[in-house]
């Protein structure tokens, strides 16, 4: 019986394969386009931890050289530096104290405080501020490309 194609036979009359030499990358797609996603997913919950409506401008953005504190009044008034709420009778104490950890030059200051507002809240706690020494303040508004 001859087999047609030459080449050597083995067992029950097929074809003896050769390696594969290449790689299959279909899981590793697969493994990418799900942590993707997931990075898609998580993305918005890494912002600033206090819910504040920021109002809308056209300035850029400030370039950072140190980690900079980070000052929330949210629509009720509360104040907060980075995550803690702070009564406003302790505000200025906490800014003094931060001023004192931060050795040589105080740090930035980025306020973001809710549009509904009132123009005095937001001196109040500016006034604190350049009272502690803390006269870097940026005002942390929504960017003109992006969505409120």
Known sequence: MM???GGPVSGRGGRKRAPMSEINVT????VMLVLLIIF?????LLVAGVPVNLPDSRAKALDQEQKP???SIDGNGQVYVDEDAIPRNELGRKLIQIVGDHQ???PQ???RADR???YGSVMQVMGELNGAGLNKVALVTVG???EP
Do not use: T
């Open 40 to 44: 898609m997913v998580a993305a918005p």
């Open 109 to 111: 200051v980025l306020l």
């Open 69 to 71: 504190v980070s000052i």
């Open 27 to 30: 899981p590793l797609v697969d």
């Open 144 to 146: 003109e490309d992006s």
């Open 104 to 106: 040589g030059e105080p």
């Open 116 to 118: 509904a507002l009132a």
């Open 3 to 5: 087999v047609s194609g």
